[in-house]
């Protein structure tokens, strides 16, 4: 059976090329997230996102009107689709209107990756 063909490493702006089942390349082996299935987890639910979140997000959402906060701190206006823990929940943060700002998935996604892995 033939080899698989080399892909880019999906580390965002990266353009090694890597084989096989790996999705980074050496040097980004250690951004890889490895997510838990429900299973391990639990649902959203059981994790506290029930519908009690779904309207304090709405809340948070309609506080910002609709905008990301870290991109209008940067001096650009982008649409929010998610809301984030300013601290995170699993580093004491609550789920209190004062933790909680609308952020676009960009900014979602670098923030997180920013943040110290839980464990």
Request: hydrophobic letters at 25%.
């Amino acid at each position: 059976m033939p080899a698989r063909p080399k892909r880019p490493c999906k580390h965002r702006g990266c353009g090694a090329l890597v084989s096989g089942n790996d999705n980074y390349c050496e040097k980004h082996q250690a951004d890889e997230v490895k997510w838990k299935p429900d299973a391990v987890r639990g649902n959203r639910h059981a994790r506290g996102y029930g519908n009690a979140w779904v309207k304090r997000r709405e809340r948070i959402l309609l506080r910002d009107c609709g905008l990301c906060q870290p991109c209008r701190r940067a001096g650009r206006v982008t649409i929010a689709t998610e809301v984030d823990h300013v601290l995170p929940k699993a580093q004491g943060g609550s789920d209190d209107d004062s933790n909680l700002q609308s952020i676009c998935k960009v900014c979602h996604k670098d923030k997180t990756a920013r943040e110290p892995k839980a464990r």
